[in-house]
């Protein structure tokens, strides 16, 4: 079975700090594929980044970067000098290798950014 | 580029009531999917086509929930006797295959059903 573990529920910081949310995710599958998508308050997801299990490398999309560690199962967001407009809660997500194709999220993380 | 469309955007019906959903993918999308939300809660999957076929159906999709795609473009939900415990966000994503540069899911709007 594949889960996704989203521990921080709610976090509030004020504007420019910068934060971290954290994923840690299970799977039996060598691989898998991992995402991060956004869902403002409008509602719609967002889809932000996509990380194969066979790619390591870290990512930096502007103020955005993903640390990517398959020795501790986790796949970090941190957004850099935050925005009120980064305001939203932000889910995880996993897409195992064999054959099943629907994406596994975690619960999100509300992060409000206060001005 | 056309994104995911899905209608109603809001459906409130009467417990016991059928209802159907509609779902609009990608045009150049063969994978389509289909998602539900509860409050405070991430999606949860429920089932997927490639092209016209329903390839995987997870086990909250009970027998009163039924799925088609019949030409391989929009998709339909449709929940036969409504109960309370199916108000939900209902989301349609669509992608293009695994294997592809471009793989991951975009999200429609979604449907918001009320069951009173």
């Known amino acids: 079975a594949q889960k996704v573990t989203q521990a921080q529920t709610e976090i509030s910081v004020v504007e420019k700090e910068d934060v971290t949310l954290d994923c840690v995710y299970e799977?039996?599958?060598?691989?898998?594929?991992l995402f991060w998508y956004k869902q403002p308050p409008s509602g719609e997801l967002v889809f932000l980044i996509r990380r194969n299990s066979f790619d390591e490398q870290n990512e930096i999309s502007g103020r955005y970067s993903w640390n990517f560690q398959k020795s501790t199962s986790s796949f970090n967001f941190t957004i850099t000098a935050s925005q009120v407009v980064d305001s939203a809660v932000y889910f995880c997500a996993l897409r195992g290798g064999g054959g099943a194709d629907g994406l596994t999220f975690g619960k999100g993380t509300h992060l409000i950014i206060q001005p | 580029d056309t994104g995911v469309s899905q209608d109603p955007r809001h459906k409130i019906t009467k417990r016991g009531q059928n209802v159907t959903f509609r779902c609009d993918p990608i045009s150049e999308h063969n994978r389509l999917y289909w998602y539900r939300q509860t409050l405070g809660q991430g999606p949860e999957f429920l089932t997927y086509?490639?092209?016209?076929?329903?390839?995987?159906k997870s086990r909250l999709l009970s027998d009163r929930f039924s799925a088609e795609r019949p030409k391989g473009s929009f998709s339909t939900l449709e929940i036969q006797r409504t109960e309370q415990g199916d108000s939900a966000m209902y989301l349609c994503?669509?992608?293009?295959?695994?294997?592809?540069?471009?793989?991951?899911?975009?999200f429609g709007p979604g449907t918001r059903l009320t069951v009173t």
């Open positions: 799977t039996r599958d060598t691989t898998y594929y």
């Open positions: 994503a669509s992608s293009l295959p695994l294997g592809t540069a471009s793989y991951e899911q975009y």
């Open positions: 086509f490639q092209n016209e076929a329903q390839l995987e």
